[in-house]
């Protein structure tokens, strides 16, 4: 459910958010954790690119992941194959993670587990290009997934997502082919709506790209625990 | 902008948008419109889709496209092209269409056309499997899709959309080869949270399951015609 012209009502929303945002990020500090928050349109490939993600970095990192779906746990089960902790957080109607939820799921995981043995928190929001991108859940970083078989034109059509990601994955990238897009000209248009993303074209079917993603988010953790609290991660590991 | 945990402020927004709703509603009957809403994740393909219909119908019903995308007239310019008047809206940070805005569509169309002399209007939605469903606008059927590209579990994930859909295009099935999926587990999915749904498999590209879509266009334009406030038009056509 939503409410979009009652604005100072959506300023408040946004407020409480970004106070529990804050709240999720101090604990994750607290405990040299880092945070990435995964959005993209349903089917555009993050519980796929987690798989890839857990399967080669779970001998150099701790990881848990906290997965929102509004309903089932699917997404979840895929994910626990690999034997990490996965928080399943169903949002019911909610078309969003939000800080508030995020903090249920991150009070889950500091139950049942030491909080400070983990590296890394990955959250898989809910399949959405719009909504997501303006409720932060305490992340380090954003990264949105844009798949070759949206289109060229999703850039310039959606510019919030676009313009508030870290870093930004062309996923699906086998597809090429046979899909009538210009990843060149995809990639002009995020950067016209956000000139300084980091930016990596993948596909977890043949394996492109996955090194480089692999790397950039060991980076981010390495970094991001050095300098918790005196630095933004991001300028150090770009 | 969302609210999500005020269910008392929910439901009054709701209300207040059904009531819009029912208001445009009243107006296509009385003009004898048929309004069909389209819904779907970005890049599903609901322009294209509206680009083949435009150009096979055009000659058999009078159609005007009301056309909403967060920012940019891309997909408007689009079908501008195929001759029919396109209105089109920007929601700015809003992630859907609501009544308001559709009755703004309506009243330019209106102000700038004899409303009357219309069979058709079709309204694309802001590309989104969650949160349009949810937002009646005065269409008389909802028209949902699924590329098969986003996978067979998202009518399990994202069940809203699929309830309420009236009828389901599962589209792009030229891509079915190059992605594992299985339509006929798609299909089962669909049926699962909406049995009565009507359902077509269709690519642009190749055009297979396009003249199934037209008739099942021609036929709710007919019937809803006919049966202007008397019975819904779906429990015909079906």
Same mark, same amino acid.
């Given at each position: 459910?939503?409410?979009?012209?009652? =604005? %100072? @009502?959506?300023?408040? $929303?946004?407020? *409480?958010?970004? !106070? #529990?945002?804050?709240?999720?990020?101090?604990?994750? &500090?607290?405990?040299?954790?880092?945070?990435?928050?995964?959005?993209?349109?349903?089917?555009?490939?993050?519980?796929?690119?987690?798989?890839?993600?857990? =399967? %080669? @970095?779970?001998?150099? $990192?701790?990881? *848990?992941?906290? !997965? #929102?779906?509004?309903?089932?746990?699917?997404?979840? &089960?895929?994910?626990?194959?690999?034997?990490?902790?996965?928080?399943?957080?169903?949002?019911?109607?909610?078309?969003?993670?939000?800080?508030?939820?995020? =903090?249920?799921?991150?009070?889950? $995981?500091?139950?049942?587990?030491?909080?400070?043995?983990?590296?890394?928190?990955?959250?898989?929001?809910?399949?959405?290009?719009?909504?997501?991108?303006?409720?932060?859940?305490?992340?380090?970083?954003?990264?949105?997934?844009?798949?070759?078989?949206?289109?060229?034109?999703?850039?310039?059509?959606?510019?919030?997502?676009?313009?508030?990601?870290?870093?930004?994955?062309?996923?699906?990238?086998?597809?090429?082919?046979?899909?009538?897009?210009?990843?060149?000209?995809?990639?002009?248009?995020?950067?016209?709506?956000?000139?300084?993303?980091?930016?990596?074209?993948?596909?977890?079917?043949?394996?492109?790209?996955?090194?480089?993603?692999?790397?950039?988010?060991?980076?981010?953790?390495?970094?991001?625990?050095?300098?918790?609290?005196?630095?933004?991660?991001?300028?150090?590991?770009?």
């Amino acid at each position: 459910m939503h409410q979009t012209f009652d =604005a %100072a @009502l959506g300023i408040n $929303l946004l407020h *409480a958010n970004q !106070e #529990g945002a804050d709240h999720n990020r101090a604990h994750f &500090d607290e405990w040299g954790i880092t945070c990435l928050n995964l959005m993209s349109s349903p089917g555009a490939g993050k519980t796929a690119l987690l798989e890839k993600t857990l =399967a %080669a @970095l779970s001998f150099t $990192l701790k990881m *848990a992941v906290i !997965e #929102g779906d509004m309903t089932t746990e699917l997404d979840a &089960d895929r994910l626990r194959q690999y034997g990490v902790p996965v928080i399943a957080i169903n949002t019911g109607r909610s078309c969003h993670l939000d800080s508030r939820m995020v =903090a249920g799921g991150i009070h889950r $995981l500091a139950h049942e587990y030491d909080p400070a043995s983990f590296d890394l928190v990955l959250v898989e929001n809910v399949g959405n290009l719009v909504c997501p991108a303006e409720f932060e859940v305490g992340e380090h970083a954003k990264v949105a997934l844009l798949s070759v078989t949206e289109g060229e034109d999703k850039p310039l059509k959606y510019p919030i997502m676009f313009r508030e990601a870290d870093c930004l994955l062309i996923t699906k990238t086998d597809l090429a082919p046979y899909v009538d897009v210009d990843l060149d000209q995809i990639e002009a248009n995020v950067r016209q709506v956000n000139p300084k993303v980091t930016l990596f074209r993948v596909s977890t079917k043949t394996g492109e790209g996955l090194d480089a993603w692999f790397d950039w988010v060991r980076s981010i953790t390495t970094v991001q625990r050095a300098f918790t609290g005196t630095a933004n991660p991001l300028d150090v590991v770009h």
